[in-house]
């Protein structure tokens, strides 16, 4: 008989090591159990933690009553059973309370005749259901740490032949109690792969590299019930090649200690060199030889092992007062076999009495397992990573490549998602009006995309047009035409003053007066073309009669041929009202917004970045619906849309790059944007934020020039002036 119990118990052993759901293996358990030893009911018990507190009601089974009862994974059928007294006290009262604590069977004849347990719960479920509790067998699930992970408790054993209820047979001990070691460590990987995994399904939707390097290394520290750990990650040189292990987390429990990662102080240490600088592989730090050999590395004492060099670690120990004893490192690898990182715990703990141990060979498989799920993990977001870098500096390229486009808006691109920085950490701050406007890491990342994209549309833009800093320019600056006119009309004007002389020589006088007179006035007339082609101010209509005037005047060519001062299409040029482009030109200027929409919302942008095109494509709408390309309203626009329109905005005004004009003061700028918001151009709360928040005074202290930051008191600009 006992032969055959032990030839089951084999065939138990692979089907509770093969079962994969908690569940049913808690079910396959019980089951067993009381196939073995004959009972009529039982009760499997899970511990709520390490070190536990209390016993959850896992399975409940009873075949006289056809009862079962299973909880969910980490509930309890019945209140759980309380370890310990409300005083802090031992629960010895209940058996299974008391078997937890001893960590060794019990076997009770008769609960009724019992005196050291209270078994008063049992007899009420007794007398309930009409039935007899006798026999009990409580079992404790002892791990190879000796911690109790559970309880079996098994009620009223039946004699195969009679069927009447009997004592536990003593002989069976010895294989309940073998069967509750295979238990116990099949639920005890089954409870860490399942926490594995969940840790995996929780690290893939987590887009922290911090979070994911702090969470990895706190559940290693926790499964191997160590004093401390670090965690590195590869680092490649400018070619590429993995030549470090970067320090990313440092842990230390005893001596409370925590660099890195997302809650921790910098870490001040270098990266570990992978290669000595002879080229050889540095095999003398444990880390680098894991990386290097991606073999994992199990020391008992350090200051007994000469396999590598722990000078480091000696001299830590020496400062601090620490002891490093048993070290265990291992690498992280990706799908594609490759180091992306080093994981090493410190001080194994023995988990009753806290001394330090070396790590358990058991842990091996363990870690390897939560060391692939780490690696999926990191490795995602590595991944990620990369291409959000490849974005980066895709975008930054664009706008450095419209940038260079013309020197006279050079830094446009890169100055406006300063600004949009700058105002959107305003409204983050702002308790008032913009108290619910908050970003994301992933909002904050779509909002700088969009700013270094806003201009995008500007790489269709002919250069002949970006570039036309002066009215007159074209492949040049058409000024230099005209003053040659002046200067051939000037010198015509002087020759025609000397034969007058030498025909008339008494009026000699008076044609001295008229021709300095007649120089004079082409030299005021030549000045006036030229500021006028610098389009820095306003063109009246009575500056423009001055231009069509002067188009009049005639100067010789080549050939002796009069010819008018200004040609139709510089007269045109020069009386445009404002800055140095025609209607046509600026319809062309206008189109880069339509380009930038359409190219941006051709782009398959993820959807933390669908926003891009909405946000980057309105700079140029107003709030009253007369801008472009669109026409939107504000009600139309989002937040961040109407931040860019006055990012963009204040970035032209205050440029120091602009050859029409001179650096702008804030004190104009602001008067400027102040009347824009009394035209319904701008958002007039953004531009309330932005004069209140002194968002101008940050940009300018670390873009303009001294000189032009020229305001103190922002009074004057509020639109309520009594704010």
């Known amino acids: 008989m006992l032969q ?32 073995l030893t004959g009972a009529d009911g039982g009760t499997l018990y899970l511990s ?72 008063s719960g049992a007899k009420a479920f007794d007398k309930a259901n ?97 004093e401390g750990g670090t965690l590195y990650l590869t680092q490649s040189d400018s070619n590429g090649e993995v030549t470090k292990l970067k320090f990313e987390i440092i842990k230390n429990d005893i001596l409370d200690i925590r660099m890195g990662g997302k809650h921790g102080v910098p870490i001040p240490f270098p990266a570990l060199e992978l290669y000595e600088e002879d080229g050889s592989e540095n095999n003398h730090n444990v880390a680098a030889y894991s990386a290097n050999s991606r073999q994992i590395v199990n020391i008992d004492d350090v200051y007994t092992s000469d396999k590598f060099d722990f000078t480091g670690a000696k001299k830590f120990d020496e400062q601090t007062q620490y002891r490093t004893q048993s070290v265990l490192t291992f690498p992280l690898l990706n799908h594609q076999d490759e180091v992306i990182g080093v994981l090493q715990l410190i001080n194994a703990r023995h988990p009753e009495t806290q001394n330090k141990i070396p790590f358990a060979d058991r842990f091996i498989p363990l870690l390897k397992g939560l060391a692939l799920y780490a690696a999926i993990a990191l490795n995602n977001q590595i991944l990620v990573q990369d291409l959000k870098n490849l974005l980066d500096a895709f975008v930054k390229t664009i706008a450095k490549a419209i940038d260079a486009k013309s020197p006279h808006t050079s830094g446009h691109c890169q100055r406006v998602p300063l600004l949009m920085e700058l105002i959107a950490e305003a409204a983050c701050e702002d308790h008032t009006i913009f108290s619910d406007f908050k970003l994301n890491d992933e909002e904050w990342y779509e909002l700088r995309v969009s700013a270094w994209m806003h201009d995008c549309g500007k790489l269709a833009t002919p250069d002949s047009v970006l570039e036309k800093s002066t009215k007159l320019h074209k492949m040049r600056d058409g000024i ?51 500021t006028s082609n610098k389009g820095g101010e306003f063109m009246s209509e009575e500056s423009k009669e001055r231009i ?129 918001v009394e035209d319904q151009h701008i958002d007039p709360d953004l531009y309330e934020l932005f004069v209140k928040s002194r968002v101008w005074e940050k940009y300018a202290k670390r873009v303009l020039s001294p000189d032009q930051l020229d305001v103190d008191d922002i009074t004057p600009y509020l639109l309520n002036k009594a704010s």
């Not at 076997?107 to 050291?116: C, G, L, R, S, V």
């Not at 034969?499 to 030299?523: F, G, M, N, R, T």
Request: charged fraction near 25%.
């Open 548 to 676: 069509q005037s002067i188009s009049h005047l005639k100067w010789p060519d080549a050939n002796n041929t009069l010819q008018p001062m200004l040609n139709e299409e510089e007269i045109y040029n020069l009386c445009i009202e404002r800055g140095t482009l025609t209607s046509e030109e600026r319809q062309i200027i206008n189109n880069h917004m339509t380009v930038t929409i359409d190219m941006l919302e051709g782009l398959p942008f993820p959807k933390q970045l669908k926003r891009v095109p909405e946000y980057a494509g309105g700079h140029h709408e107003k709030m009253n619906g007369t801008g472009f390309p669109r026409g939107l309203t504000r009600e139309q626009m989002s937040i961040p849309a109407r931040m860019m329109a006055i990012a963009d905005i204040f970035e032209a005004l205050t440029a120091k790059d602009r050859p029409y004009k001179d650096p702008m003061k804030i004190s104009l700028s602001l008067n400027i944007m102040h009347r824009m």
């Open 130 to 226: 009409n039935y007899r509790t006798q026999s009990i067998l409580a079992i404790p699930l002892l791990n190879e740490s000796n911690q109790v992970l559970g309880l079996l408790q098994l009620i009223n054993s039946k004699d195969e032949e009679t069927g009447n209820i009997v004592p536990f047979n003593e002989e069976i001990e010895p294989l309940i109690t073998s069967l509750a070691t295979f238990a116990a460590s099949a639920i005890e990987n089954r409870t860490i792969s399942d926490g594995q995994k969940a840790l995996l399904i929780e690290l893939a939707a987590t887009n922290d590299t911090e979070e994911i390097i702090e969470r990895i290394l706190d559940e290693a520290i926790s499964l191997t019930n160590s």
């Open 480 to 530: 230099e035409n005209v003053e040659s006119r002046f200067a051939a009309l000037m010198q015509k004007t002087k020759a025609d003053y000397l034969q007058a002389c030498i025909d008339h020589p008494e009026k000699k006088s008076a044609l001295e007066q008229q021709y300095h007179a007649a120089v004079e006035k082409l030299e005021d007339d030549l000045n006036f073309v030229r």
């Open 48 to 119: 709520n933690k390490q070190p536990p507190t209390q016993l959850n009601f896992a399975i409940v089974h009873n075949h006289s009553l056809d009862i079962r009862m299973i909880s969910e994974p980490g509930g309890s059928v019945f209140p759980p059973i309380p370890l310990f007294e409300e005083n802090g006290d031992i629960n010895q009262h209940h058996v299974a309370a008391f078997t937890a604590h001893a960590k060794t069977l019990i076997n009770i004849e008769d609960a009724y005749d019992n005196t050291q347990f209270d078994f």
């Open 4 to 35: 055959s119990n032990y030839q089951s118990l084999n065939r138990i052993g692979r089907n509770l090591i093969s079962e994969r759901n908690i569940t049913k293996l808690c079910e396959l358990i019980l089951d067993e159990a009381q196939q």
